[in-house]
């Protein structure tokens, strides 16, 4: 597997704002870049995969984190081309 370009630990934050920094991140990163987030259970573990997907990104994984607290998630991303512009 290729190491994250980027990680972010986003436990402390709830949503939105686990989104808002997710997005700037991958803003950040070229097309194929991979970001690694640390995310908390419920809703930021489920809402910042959709919202990447939703995107145009690649949601490759979401797992535990071995070693951390229970509820401590690690996302994996790839970060998508951008959208094509929309036509008139």
Do not use: Q
Not at 35 to 51: A, M
């Amino acid at each position: 597997m290729t190491a994250p370009v980027a990680r972010l630990d986003l436990r402390a934050y709830a949503c939105p704002l686990t989104w808002v920094k997710t997005r700037i991140a991958l803003e950040r990163l070229p097309v194929g870049g991979r970001l690694e987030l640390w995310l908390r259970e419920g809703e930021p573990v489920e809402s910042v995969p959709r919202s990447a997907e939703e995107d145009g990104h690649r949601v490759l994984s979401v797992e535990a984190i071995p070693g951390e607290p229970p509820g401590a998630y690690r996302v994996l991303v790839e970060k998508g081309a951008a959208p094509a512009a929309a036509l008139p």
